[in-house]
Protein backbone atom coordinates (compact mmCIF):
# COMPACT_ATOMS: atom_id res chain seq x y z
CA UNK A 1 0.00 0.00 0.00
CA UNK A 2 2.94 2.30 0.93
CA UNK A 3 4.78 0.99 -2.58
CA UNK A 4 1.24 2.04 -4.51
CA UNK A 5 1.58 5.83 -2.93
CA UNK A 6 4.97 6.30 -3.52
CA UNK A 7 5.13 5.33 -6.75
CA UNK A 8 2.17 7.20 -7.71
CA UNK A 9 3.54 10.05 -5.69
CA UNK A 10 6.93 9.93 -8.06
CA UNK A 11 4.66 9.64 -11.60
CA UNK A 12 2.52 12.63 -10.12
CA UNK A 13 5.77 14.58 -9.54
CA UNK A 14 7.33 13.28 -12.87
CA UNK A 15 4.38 14.49 -15.00
CA UNK A 16 4.40 17.89 -13.30
CA UNK A 17 8.44 18.21 -14.22
CA UNK A 18 6.88 17.14 -17.87
CA UNK A 19 4.36 19.56 -17.94
CA UNK A 20 6.44 22.37 -16.45
CA UNK A 21 9.58 21.49 -19.14
CA UNK A 22 7.22 21.76 -21.82
CA UNK A 23 5.92 24.74 -20.15
CA UNK A 24 9.19 26.01 -19.86
CA UNK A 25 10.24 25.58 -23.58
CA UNK A 26 6.80 27.08 -24.90
CA UNK A 27 7.84 30.09 -22.97
CA UNK A 28 11.25 30.35 -24.08
CA UNK A 29 10.05 30.01 -28.13
CA UNK A 30 7.16 32.40 -27.08
CA UNK A 31 9.76 34.92 -26.29
CA UNK A 32 11.69 33.82 -29.22
CA UNK A 33 8.93 34.69 -31.38
CA UNK A 34 8.71 38.41 -29.81
CA UNK A 35 12.20 38.81 -30.07
CA UNK A 36 12.93 37.17 -33.58
CA UNK A 37 9.60 38.75 -35.10
CA UNK A 38 9.83 42.51 -33.64
CA UNK A 39 13.57 42.52 -35.34
CA UNK A 40 11.77 40.77 -38.58
CA UNK A 41 8.90 43.81 -38.31
CA UNK A 42 10.97 46.32 -37.63
CA UNK A 43 12.87 45.10 -40.73
CA UNK A 44 9.73 45.33 -42.85
CA UNK A 45 8.29 48.38 -42.01
CA UNK A 46 11.99 50.39 -42.79
CA UNK A 47 11.51 48.96 -46.17
CA UNK A 48 7.61 50.56 -45.89
CA UNK A 49 9.11 53.38 -44.95
CA UNK A 50 11.96 53.97 -47.43
CA UNK A 51 9.60 53.00 -50.15
CA UNK A 52 6.77 55.76 -49.22
CA UNK A 53 9.65 58.21 -48.46
CA UNK A 54 10.59 57.86 -52.35
CA UNK A 55 6.89 58.84 -53.26
CA UNK A 56 5.55 62.15 -52.92
CA UNK A 57 3.34 61.38 -49.72
CA UNK A 58 3.06 63.76 -47.01
CA UNK A 59 5.38 63.25 -44.27
CA UNK A 60 2.81 63.74 -41.51
CA UNK A 61 0.96 60.44 -42.90
CA UNK A 62 4.58 58.59 -43.69
CA UNK A 63 4.72 58.67 -39.89
CA UNK A 64 1.32 57.93 -38.90
CA UNK A 65 1.78 54.81 -41.25
CA UNK A 66 5.02 54.26 -39.58
CA UNK A 67 3.42 54.51 -36.07
CA UNK A 68 0.51 52.64 -37.20
CA UNK A 69 2.14 49.76 -38.88
CA UNK A 70 4.64 49.08 -36.04
CA UNK A 71 1.39 48.69 -33.75
CA UNK A 72 -0.09 46.39 -35.79
CA UNK A 73 2.55 44.29 -35.97
CA UNK A 74 3.64 44.42 -32.42
CA UNK A 75 -0.31 43.01 -31.65
CA UNK A 76 0.25 39.90 -34.32
CA UNK A 77 2.97 38.90 -32.89
CA UNK A 78 1.81 39.06 -29.45
CA UNK A 79 -1.14 37.05 -30.06
CA UNK A 80 0.97 34.73 -31.91
CA UNK A 81 3.41 33.98 -28.97
CA UNK A 82 0.44 33.94 -26.85
CA UNK A 83 -1.42 31.26 -29.07
CA UNK A 84 2.08 29.14 -28.69
CA UNK A 85 1.81 29.58 -25.08
CA UNK A 86 -1.25 28.02 -24.85
CA UNK A 87 -3.48 30.94 -24.38
CA UNK A 88 -6.83 30.15 -26.33
CA UNK A 89 -6.85 32.49 -29.20
CA UNK A 90 -10.37 33.41 -28.77
CA UNK A 91 -10.02 34.72 -25.17
CA UNK A 92 -7.37 36.86 -26.17
CA UNK A 93 -9.91 37.74 -29.19
CA UNK A 94 -12.43 39.24 -26.68
CA UNK A 95 -10.00 41.07 -24.58
CA UNK A 96 -8.22 42.46 -27.44
CA UNK A 97 -11.73 43.98 -28.44
CA UNK A 98 -12.74 44.99 -25.15
CA UNK A 99 -9.56 46.64 -24.56
CA UNK A 100 -9.56 48.29 -28.04
CA UNK A 101 -13.38 49.28 -27.53
CA UNK A 102 -12.51 51.02 -24.38
CA UNK A 103 -9.54 52.85 -25.99
CA UNK A 104 -11.64 54.05 -29.08
CA UNK A 105 -14.63 55.64 -26.32
CA UNK A 106 -11.79 57.21 -24.26
CA UNK A 107 -9.70 58.41 -27.17
CA UNK A 108 -13.11 59.57 -28.84
CA UNK A 109 -11.95 62.73 -29.87
CA UNK A 110 -8.02 62.12 -30.50
CA UNK A 111 -9.20 59.76 -33.00
CA UNK A 112 -11.60 62.16 -34.72
CA UNK A 113 -8.29 64.32 -34.72
CA UNK A 114 -6.33 61.92 -35.74
CA UNK A 115 -8.50 61.09 -39.19
CA UNK A 116 -8.79 64.55 -39.84
CA UNK A 117 -5.51 65.36 -39.66
CA UNK A 118 -4.81 62.05 -42.20
CA UNK A 119 -7.48 64.07 -44.66
CA UNK A 120 -5.82 67.12 -44.23
CA UNK A 121 -2.55 65.50 -45.17
CA UNK A 122 -4.44 63.48 -48.59
CA UNK A 123 -6.32 66.73 -49.67
CA UNK A 124 -3.78 69.24 -48.65
CA UNK A 125 -6.23 72.31 -48.66
CA UNK A 126 -3.13 74.75 -47.28
CA UNK A 127 0.47 73.93 -46.46
CA UNK A 128 3.00 75.04 -44.61
CA UNK A 129 3.76 78.64 -45.20
CA UNK A 130 0.46 79.37 -46.40
CA UNK A 131 -1.83 82.66 -45.02
CA UNK A 132 -4.77 81.13 -44.54
CA UNK A 133 -8.32 82.26 -43.00
CA UNK A 134 -9.57 78.96 -40.30
CA UNK A 135 -12.93 79.72 -38.60
CA UNK A 136 -12.17 83.34 -38.50
CA UNK A 137 -8.83 83.17 -37.37
CA UNK A 138 -6.32 84.60 -39.85
CA UNK A 139 -2.52 83.28 -39.54
CA UNK A 140 0.65 81.50 -40.88
CA UNK A 141 0.77 77.92 -40.95
CA UNK A 142 3.77 77.06 -38.98
CA UNK A 143 3.50 72.97 -38.56
CA UNK A 144 0.78 70.52 -39.53
CA UNK A 145 0.78 67.53 -37.53
CA UNK A 146 -1.55 64.82 -37.21
CA UNK A 147 -3.67 65.66 -34.49
CA UNK A 148 -3.38 69.39 -35.10
CA UNK A 149 -2.31 72.35 -36.75
CA UNK A 150 -0.51 75.22 -35.56
CA UNK A 151 -0.53 78.75 -37.39
CA UNK A 152 1.17 81.74 -36.17
CA UNK A 153 -0.99 85.35 -36.12
CA UNK A 154 -0.07 88.69 -37.56
CA UNK A 155 -0.43 90.08 -34.12
CA UNK A 156 2.50 87.37 -32.72
CA UNK A 157 0.36 84.95 -31.26
CA UNK A 158 0.12 81.22 -31.58
CA UNK A 159 -2.76 79.11 -32.12
CA UNK A 160 -2.88 75.28 -31.74
CA UNK A 161 -5.83 74.11 -33.71
CA UNK A 162 -6.85 70.21 -33.35
CA UNK A 163 -7.53 68.99 -36.50
CA UNK A 164 -10.94 68.36 -36.38
CA UNK A 165 -11.94 71.72 -35.62
CA UNK A 166 -9.52 73.14 -38.87
CA UNK A 167 -11.33 69.98 -41.08
CA UNK A 168 -15.17 70.57 -40.02
CA UNK A 169 -14.61 74.69 -40.43
CA UNK A 170 -14.32 76.93 -43.29
CA UNK A 171 -11.04 77.27 -44.83
CA UNK A 172 -9.67 79.93 -46.94
CA UNK A 173 -6.49 79.54 -48.39
CA UNK A 174 -5.30 83.24 -48.58
CA UNK A 175 -1.81 82.78 -50.45
CA UNK A 176 -3.47 79.44 -52.86
CA UNK A 177 -3.20 82.30 -56.12
CA UNK A 178 -0.48 84.37 -56.97
CA UNK A 179 -2.94 87.44 -57.76
CA UNK A 180 -5.79 88.51 -55.67
CA UNK A 181 -8.38 91.30 -56.57
CA UNK A 182 -9.45 94.01 -53.95
CA UNK A 183 -12.34 95.13 -53.13
CA UNK A 184 -12.73 98.66 -52.47
CA UNK A 185 -15.40 101.00 -52.06
CA UNK A 186 -15.60 104.93 -52.03
CA UNK A 187 -18.33 107.13 -51.54
CA UNK A 188 -18.87 110.54 -52.96
CA UNK A 189 -21.51 113.17 -52.15
CA UNK A 190 -24.81 113.47 -53.93
CA UNK A 191 -23.91 116.77 -55.74
CA UNK A 192 -20.95 115.71 -56.77
CA UNK A 193 -19.79 115.26 -60.18
CA UNK A 194 -19.78 111.50 -61.16
CA UNK A 195 -18.11 111.48 -64.37
CA UNK A 196 -15.81 113.62 -62.66
CA UNK A 197 -15.01 111.36 -59.36
CA UNK A 198 -15.13 107.91 -62.13
CA UNK A 199 -12.52 109.89 -63.82
CA UNK A 200 -10.24 110.81 -61.34
CA UNK A 201 -10.77 107.18 -59.46
CA UNK A 202 -9.15 105.72 -63.27
CA UNK A 203 -6.14 108.10 -63.10
CA UNK A 204 -5.12 106.84 -59.70
CA UNK A 205 -5.70 103.24 -60.82
CA UNK A 206 -3.82 104.08 -63.91
CA UNK A 207 -0.97 105.58 -62.76
CA UNK A 208 -0.03 102.80 -59.95
CA UNK A 209 2.31 100.07 -61.72
CA UNK A 210 1.49 97.39 -59.23
CA UNK A 211 -2.16 97.44 -60.42
CA UNK A 212 -2.03 94.88 -62.86
CA UNK A 213 -3.42 95.71 -66.29
CA UNK A 214 -5.43 91.85 -66.84
CA UNK A 215 -7.53 91.42 -65.79
CA UNK A 216 -8.48 95.17 -66.27
CA UNK A 217 -9.64 97.00 -63.09
CA UNK A 218 -13.14 97.54 -62.55
CA UNK A 219 -14.28 101.19 -61.43
CA UNK A 220 -18.11 101.90 -61.36
CA UNK A 221 -21.44 102.88 -59.51
CA UNK A 222 -22.28 100.18 -57.23
CA UNK A 223 -25.14 101.71 -54.98
CA UNK A 224 -27.10 105.00 -54.44
CA UNK A 225 -26.23 104.94 -50.40
CA UNK A 226 -28.30 106.88 -47.69
CA UNK A 227 -26.23 109.55 -47.56
CA UNK A 228 -23.22 109.06 -50.55
CA UNK A 229 -23.11 107.25 -54.27
CA UNK A 230 -21.07 104.39 -53.65
CA UNK A 231 -17.84 103.23 -56.55
CA UNK A 232 -16.72 100.14 -56.63
CA UNK A 233 -12.80 99.82 -57.40
CA UNK A 234 -11.71 96.17 -58.68
CA UNK A 235 -7.99 96.36 -59.17
CA UNK A 236 -5.92 93.15 -59.67
CA UNK A 237 -2.59 92.92 -58.10
CA UNK A 238 0.04 90.55 -57.32
CA UNK A 239 -0.54 88.80 -53.53
CA UNK A 240 2.37 90.02 -52.42
CA UNK A 241 1.89 93.97 -52.93
CA UNK A 242 -2.14 93.33 -51.79
CA UNK A 243 -1.82 95.18 -48.31
CA UNK A 244 0.64 98.12 -49.46
CA UNK A 245 -1.87 99.06 -52.48
CA UNK A 246 -4.97 99.04 -50.59
CA UNK A 247 -2.93 101.31 -47.89
CA UNK A 248 -1.72 103.68 -50.99
CA UNK A 249 -4.93 103.75 -52.77
CA UNK A 250 -7.10 104.44 -49.41
CA UNK A 251 -5.08 107.56 -48.81
CA UNK A 252 -4.46 108.42 -52.54
CA UNK A 253 -7.98 108.56 -53.38
CA UNK A 254 -8.73 110.61 -49.77
CA UNK A 255 -5.86 113.43 -51.09
CA UNK A 256 -7.17 113.25 -54.90
CA UNK A 257 -10.93 113.71 -53.72
CA UNK A 258 -9.63 116.86 -51.33
CA UNK A 259 -7.75 118.48 -53.92
CA UNK A 260 -10.18 118.07 -56.82
CA UNK A 261 -13.30 119.54 -54.72
CA UNK A 262 -15.26 115.96 -54.18
CA UNK A 263 -16.20 114.76 -51.17
CA UNK A 264 -16.39 112.17 -49.39
CA UNK A 265 -19.45 111.85 -47.38
CA UNK A 266 -20.39 110.61 -43.70
CA UNK A 267 -23.95 109.32 -42.18
CA UNK A 268 -25.67 112.59 -40.51
CA UNK A 269 -28.55 112.65 -38.30
CA UNK A 270 -30.99 116.15 -37.76
CA UNK A 271 -32.67 115.88 -34.75
CA UNK A 272 -35.57 118.12 -33.93
CA UNK A 273 -36.72 118.45 -30.56
CA UNK A 274 -40.54 119.54 -29.92
CA UNK A 275 -42.70 121.03 -26.95
CA UNK A 276 -41.65 123.90 -24.69
CA UNK A 277 -38.18 123.82 -22.40
CA UNK A 278 -39.15 124.38 -19.05
CA UNK A 279 -37.73 127.00 -17.63
CA UNK A 280 -35.66 124.69 -14.76
CA UNK A 281 -33.99 122.52 -17.55
CA UNK A 282 -33.37 126.16 -19.48
CA UNK A 283 -31.54 127.10 -16.21
Do not use: C
Not at 69 to 83: N, P, Y
Not at 144 to 170: A, C, E, W, Y
Amino acid sequence: MLAQATNDTAATAASLQDKIEAWGIKIVVAIGILIIGYAVALAIVGLLKRYLSKTKIDKTILSFVDSASRGILFALLLVAALTYAGVPSASMVAVLGAAGLAIALSLQSSLSNLASGVLLSIFRPFGIGDAVEINGQVGIVEDMQILFTKMHTPDNRDLILPNSVVLGGMIINITANDTRRMDLIFGIGYEDDIDHAKRVLQEIVDADQRILKEPAPVIGVAELGESSVNFWVRPWVNRTDYLNVMFDLNETVKKRFDAEGISIPYPQRDVHLHGAISSSAAV
